[in-house]
């Protein structure tokens, strides 16, 4: 465990804007297997944004337009560019890696939206 370490949340006011960092260890990087998920307070987690084995991304049709997943492979690290952020975001974000027929999580980052 501890391959994959987030970073970057916090608390923000609505219309506000986040970078959320996922570094994962060099021997389990895939940037292409890997996306970001979040857990609300009395929720079920959910997909928020992926990358695709086709190079291409998906995201949860209400962050559409408005976040955008990223990846530096000299850095090992993908990125969530959360913008016009809403309290409806509030939620706990985790990095997820599937590599191996295993799935990897990391700690998760806490991202409040309040006035």
């Known amino acids: 465990q501890g391959q994959l370490v987030e970073s970057g949340g916090g608390l923000v006011q609505p219309g506000g804007s986040l970078r959320l960092s996922c570094q994962a260890s060099?021997?389990?990087?895939?940037?292409?297997?890997m996306g970001w998920y979040r857990q609300a307070p009395g929720k079920e987690r959910e997909l928020v944004a992926r990358f695709t084995g086709s190079r291409t991304t998906n995201y949860l049709d209400s962050v559409k337009g408005r976040f955008t997943i990223s990846m530096d492979n000299t850095k090992n690290s993908i990125y969530l560019t959360m913008n016009n952020l809403k309290p409806e975001d509030t939620a706990v974000y985790y990095c997820?890696?599937?590599?191996?027929?295993?799935?990897?999580w990391g700690q998760g980052t806490q991202v409040t939206v309040s006035s």
């Open positions: 997820k890696l599937f590599l191996g027929g295993r799935e990897y």
């Open positions: 060099a021997r389990v990087f895939s940037a292409l297997h």
